[in-house]
């Protein structure tokens, strides 16, 4: 069904580290899952390359898509690189910032 997400895979852990060691390993999971995603439904939003602090240091370029979905959907945080989650409005985002309930790093609110 469109706009629905799907159930997370046997072997969730397994198929996290594959496709974080080879991006080529998305399309395989996809095959495997007899699934195709929908990126036409997704809208480019924003581009965001770390700050340079030092010769050598790693930077991260990072683009960041938009979709619309009936309901969120479930999350299954891999305890590494999302650790936990929270659903909220952008307005309520920026009012827990303000209240100091969250931290929201540059570039995100200034």
Do not use: M, N
């Not at 390993?25 to 995603?37: E, G, I, K, N, Q």
């Not at 619309?68 to 650790?83: G, S, T």
């Not at 409005?89 to 609110?109: D, G, N, Y």
């Amino acid at each position: 069904e469109l706009g629905r997400a799907l159930e997370p895979p046997p072997g969730l852990t397994h198929w996290r580290a594959r496709v974080r060691s080879d991006a080529h390993h998305f399309l395989r999971l996809c095959a495997h899952l007899d699934c195709t995603p929908d990126i036409w439904v997704l809208s480019d939003w924003s581009g965001w390359l770390t700050l340079f602090t030092r010769r050598g240091a790693r930077r991260f370029d990072t683009t960041f898509f938009l979709c619309c979905l009936r309901e969120p959907p479930p999350v299954y945080p891999d305890l590494a690189e999302v650790v936990d989650y929270q659903w909220s409005s952008p307005s309520e985002a920026t009012q827990s910032f303000i209240s100091k309930k969250l931290w929201l790093p540059p570039p995100q609110f200034y």
